[in-house]
């Protein structure tokens, strides 16, 4: 089965909303004017139940289906990034400091395609629940979702994903059982020392070098304390200290983020911090204080969900464009925490040689929309039939 004609028929409505959003992002929990414009959608397709304000913006939608049945989740992230778009396209960010660089308004537009077809079509039993979430990029939207109460709420009993794939060929599934993306974890060090006079480095106590030497260490963990079958990403990306090329400053401040599939690595690579933080410090003779924060949780695919979602892939898009056994990325996401709460599938779906996520240039192939759609649909058709 190839992408659905009915859906097919919203091709240039959906390009449509995806380009009113992509002109149109918000950060975080703040999506008001998204999830209003979500909203004004699904109230225009005729969906049953419309509950809002979860998670600030986040919205649940509910069809009734033909008769008695369980519930079927299916989730878009909504929210955009704190970044400025570089991509000169007439349909552009107008929002200085923010851009749909992750395709969020493509995930949106997806599944506002899916409710669409399914208000109209109703061919399944039980009901479907269409979680529309904010705050994917940073503060856990996803977790705030389900620490309200959703699953039970809504009485969800699984629940799948999409996330589009630049450098995956168009339209092309990808997904795999088992872990799919990594915790995401940051740390920072703050080395605390005595500023002076670059011309007297003597007659002060510099930062600079027991932080140097604090980031050296802390790449070793990979390579020195790790097991090399296993994997485990530790990237310092930021460093500040100074404010002039004479003058020695007070403070030395680096951070970065920990990536693994595995809670005892997490743990291990915590303790090694603070081992190497507190010696350099004593070594260097400085003060040194670590914070890392634990954050998402790996993605961890339940292994029936997948081979489920992977059989109705290969329905929309054919047996030759689905990979069921892809390898994990050391990427992250928050649907983890809905993951952890009830069995479901993330599943990525390519959009060809385009930008990566996150890139300024990045924007969302709406030729994917439909596709992506079908698929959100053809899950709850075959997972509740008639």
């Not at 007659?203 to 790790?226: E, G, K, Q, W």
Request: charged letters at 20%; hydrophobic letters at 40%; aromatic letters at 8%.
């Amino acid at each position: 089965m190839p992408v659905l004609n009915r859906i097919a028929g919203y091709a240039e409505e959906m390009t449509e909303w995806r380009r009113w959003l992509h002109r149109n992002p918000e950060i975080g929990l703040e999506c008001h004017k998204t999830s209003d414009f979500v909203a004004e959608r699904l109230e225009s397709f005729g969906v049953d139940q419309i509950h809002r304000g979860i998670a600030k913006t986040g919205i649940v939608a509910l069809i009734e289906g033909q008769g008695e049945g369980p519930t079927i989740g299916l989730r878009a992230d909504m929210d955009a990034l704190p970044m400025s778009e570089e991509t000169g396209l007439d349909y552009a960010s107008e929002t200085p400091g923010a851009m749909h660089a992750c395709g969020h308004d493509g995930h949106t537009t997806m599944l506002l395609g899916a409710a669409k077809y399914l208000a109209e079509t109703r061919r399944f039993k039980g009901r479907v629940a269409l979680i529309f979430q904010p705050d994917e990029e940073g503060g856990g939207g996803g977790r705030v979702m389900v620490e309200e109460g959703i699953m039970d709420r809504f009485d969800i009993g699984r629940v799948f994903a999409l996330h589009n794939s630049p450098g995956t060929p168009l339209g092309h599934f990808s997904t795999n059982p088992g872990p799919i993306m990594a915790s995401a974890d940051e740390f920072s060090v703050t080395v605390t020392g005595s500023g002076g006079h670059g011309a007297s480095p003597q007659t002060a106590l510099d930062p600079i070098p027991p932080a140097l030497a604090m980031i050296d260490a802390f790449h070793t963990i990979v390579s020195r304390n790790h097991d090399a079958y296993q994997q485990l990403v530790i990237t310092v990306a930021t460093i500040h200290a100074g404010t002039a090329h004479n003058v020695i400053p007070g403070t030395c401040r680096f951070g970065g983020t920990v990536r693994t599939f595995d809670p005892l690595i997490q743990d291990m690579v915590i303790r090694r911090m603070e081992e190497i933080v507190a010696g350099t410090a004593v070594a260097y003779g400085v003060t040194a204080e670590l914070d890392y924060q634990k954050g998402y949780p790996p993605t961890v695919n339940h292994e029936d969900q997948v081979a489920f979602a992977a059989e109705v892939a290969r329905e929309v898009a054919g047996d030759d464009a689905v990979t069921a056994d892809a390898l994990p990325q050391m990427f992250a996401g928050d649907f983890s925490s809905m993951l952890e709460a009830r069995p479901g599938a993330y599943v990525n779906l390519g959009q060809g040689d385009t930008p990566m996520c996150h890139h300024p240039a990045f924007d969302f192939v709406d030729e994917i929309a439909p596709v992506g759609a079908s698929y959100f649909a053809r899950l709850v058709e075959r997972a509740q039939p008639v």
